[in-house]
């Protein structure tokens, strides 16, 4: 699973931009750095021998070798990169196709986008490193081996180079989309190595992964002699549930208390992708592991509760996650990329401070698709001072190092020429009696003149305190139990949702 994590290293292009070489040869120092790291589970024994990222940064894949005698590789896939909506819907598992590659004598069928992915990941070529240093980061002597192979032609060269004793093994493997792809690249590969000198033995694990194929494919799959051949998922983790009984997602309370329950735009989202096979049975190969084996759900400390679509994503999100997976293993989590808390100023000026964490030599700043020439940083890497680039607009500002790019926050965002971006970053108390409880309201641009609405209705009663705080007195609503999403506006323009303006009414 920690070999599966890692392939999520460096999988953001740089906002400014960046070339092919430039992001893979980031994603190999990345990967290298935390494959070096004993404290994780590969316990600094393993080494990246090839990889390739496609050119529309869709996929990527990458082979990794044991340092420590065992002869030992794995093929790790990570497939697509994006919110867990999209990942779902471009599977495009209304239309099946034979998975002609395996090489199976009879018709096996797997979804088109599946089968789509697979062959972008199967002829993609390992490239030569950029003539410029990446990052500052010390390349791997391991990864030049093999520029211009694909991927069965990399762990062919690999294993027959490799000694006969003990009998090379490869692990195929991968989290998510990446999961999935894995489970077509093990029967692909395996068809492939048996023309090979010194033949290996393959397993087959894979993590979270939706399905690829209808029985069929299972059946072929389930019929190779692998050493192994496990999916393991989490029991309240949606993706691997695709596309088989995602039905049982769809109730009011597919997590129990204190856990999000579904509402109308929840049922909705979920009827949507329920339809999407078309009706078509999805089989997912191997034996199933399922973590807890009890099902014990265990939600994430303050985790968003509330009835609403933001909630039961953020839960969904949190129990896809890779360091989730990691957790219910009892495995060491992966090191976190650089991270922005928020920057000062947040509009206009020359210079402005980036807060945050992760910060190391190395790192680049970029302000929006413009990178910041310019700055310093703090010796605990926790601080960035930055010559504000020429620019315009509203941008976010982002770091990024060879573990990734810092996410965008809603106070990492700086305005040029002003005024301020307005953000709610909490409310308090978050519930209570219509007409009856004055919230306060942080955040950041507030001005003098904002509104605030509780849901479509606005506030009677606003008094502005600063920039960054308002109080507001919840307005009646037609239902006086919901839970709806605190906007301050000004004129036309209102702030962003996010499940940390949500207020739940309470009764009159």
Known sequence: MTLSALAA?????????????????????????????????TQGAWQVAWLALSPDNANMAYIARTTDGSNQFAVVS?????????????????????????????????????????????????????????LGVTLPE???????????????????????????????????????IATMLAPYLYTQAQSWKNAPQFAVETFAAPTAGLQSFATYVNALPWLSNTHHFNAWDVVPRAWNDLKEVNQDKWYPSPGPAGNA???????????LPKGRLYVQPGVQQQWPQDGQYSPPDQ????????????????QHANNTYLKLLQAQCIPAGPIVTDVVPNADGTMLVINGSGFAPGIVVDFGPIPCPKYTMNPAGTQIAANVPAGVGIVDVRVTNVLGTSPVVPLGQFAYGGPAPMVVTGISPNSGPAKKTTVTITG??????????????????????SDTQ??????????????????????????PTSPADEFTYTGL
């Open 470 to 495: 308002l109080t507001a007195t919840a307005p009646l609503q037609v239902d006086d139990s919901q839970t709806v999403d605190i906007t301050v506006t000004i004129g036309d323009i209102a702030t």
């Open 142 to 180: 391991s990864a030049f081996a093999y520029q211009g192979t694909t991927l069965a032609q990399a762990l062919a060269n690999l294993v027959q180079a490799a000694p006969s004793t003990p009998k090379p093994t490869v692990y195929v493997t991968g989290h998510s989309l990446g999961g999935c």
């Open 265 to 275: 735009e929840v049922h909705g989202l979920f009827d949507v992708l329920n339809g």
């Open 303 to 318: 985790a968003p509760t509330n009835s609403t679509l933001a909630d039961f994503m953020y839960q969904v999100d949190y």
């Open 9 to 41: 290293t460096a999988a953001t292009p740089r906002p400014s931009g960046e070339t092919l070489a430039q992001q893979t040869w980031r994603v190999i120092g990345g990967i290298s750095q935390q494959l070096r790291d004993t404290a994780l589970a």
């Open 444 to 465: 950041s641009g507030f001005p003098k003149d904002a509104g605030v609405n509780f849901k479509d209705r606005a506030s009677t009663s606003v008094t502005w305190v």
């Open 78 to 134: 990570r497939g697509t990169i994006g919110n867990i909506t999209d990942i779902l819907e471009d599977l495009d598992v209304g239309t099946v196709v034979p998975f002609t590659a395996s090489g199976s004598p009879t018709a096996v069928a797997v979804s088109k986008g599946a089968m789509t992915a697979f062959t972008e990941v199967a002829t993609m070529v390992s490239i030569p490193p950029p003539t410029a240093a990446v």
